[in-house]
């Protein structure tokens, strides 16, 4: 389920519009500063670790609803080049540049300026808001201690994670076909969602505006051909349930589960990617399968 990237890949892909107090970055790109940091800039060759989080705004209250933030102990890292490195846009290095630990800032992106697909749920909304806040500043050598340990952790995960990808790819077999053929206990929703519960949480339950935590495992129903999955990846995917970050079966079909359920989601293809498809690996109108396994649930 790789939406978790078209928003917060954007902070290092997109230009963004006017905040208030609105200041300028030398490419002409707005933004504003919420809270000044304090302790040193990061110099040529350091790298700045920072989060983001991004929300939708009521046009009325004004009010923010969180719909992504970045998975905990995940955030995004950035290297101060120079010259500043092509493969980004400049003014986010700028930014990161003469940025001290603690330092917020808000830049907004205009619903119609974005040029990467975002959940038909969130359309209706003017903009996009993104917090991205300095976390830590290291250096080359601090940085490659880190990278070397994150490496480590991460091979660790994919190994105890691809020794479960054989049994899940199995039961989803096995449960395709037996929705196939009609013999699979499934309950319907008035959406058109159906859903085959593996395993009953015991935990808290994942409500509207909670982070949540999920691995997964994607099909096309028509097929059993699999698109995607997160146990490869040895990543949890997070997300913030009910606001339209992701696709509509998966909101209606998580809010339904407790932490530590497993669960079989047969989402239509108007309650995932409809028409458009996703890629070269969803074609359009394509009704999927998802195995899901709710890990956390961050109130």
């Not at 954007?10 to 809270?35: H, N, P």
Request: aromatic share 10%.
């Amino acid at each position: 389920m790789k939406s978790q990237f078209w928003l917060l890949a954007a902070v290092v892909m997109v230009a963004f519009a006017a905040c208030k107090k609105d200041m300028k970055t030398q490419d002409g790109y707005s933004y504003s500063v919420l809270e000044q940091g304090t302790g040193e800039m990061p110099d040529t060759s350091d790298y700045v670790f920072f989060t983001v989080k991004v929300y939708v705004q009521d046009s009325l209250t004004k009010k923010d609803s969180l719909v992504q933030e970045d998975a905990e102990g995940a955030e995004p890292v950035i290297q101060i080049t120079n010259p500043m490195d092509p493969s980004m846009p400049k003014w986010i290095q700028e930014i990161l540049a003469k940025s001290k630990v603690g330092s917020k800032y808000r830049m907004v992106m205009p619903m119609d300026s974005i040029s990467f697909q975002v959940p038909p749920a969130l359309l209706s909304f003017n903009a996009l808001y993104y917090d991205i806040v300095i976390k830590k500043i290291s250096t080359n050598e601090e940085f490659e201690k880190y990278r070397q340990a994150k490496i480590a952790e991460q091979e660790a995960k994919v190994k105890a994670n691809m020794e479960k990808l054989g049994g899940i790819e199995e039961l989803t077999k096995k449960t395709l076909a037996d929705y196939k053929a009609g013999s699979l206990q499934t309950v319907k929703l008035p959406s058109g969602l159906e859903y085959y519960m593996v395993q009953d949480g015991q935990g808290d339950k994942a409500e509207k505006g909670n982070t949540v935590s999920v691995h997964y495992y994607g099909v096309l129903e028509a097929t059993g051909v699999r698109f995607d999955d997160s146990y490869s990846r040895g990543d949890e995917f997070q997300f913030v349930a009910g606001t339209g970050g992701v696709i509509q079966g998966w909101d209606e079909g998580v809010a339904l589960l407790k932490k530590g359920a497993k669960v079989f989601l047969f989402v239509p293809s108007a309650m995932a990617y409809g028409k458009m498809g996703a890629g070269a690996t969803i074609p359009p109108d394509s009704d999927l399968v998802f195995y899901i396994e709710l890990l956390g649930v961050k109130k």
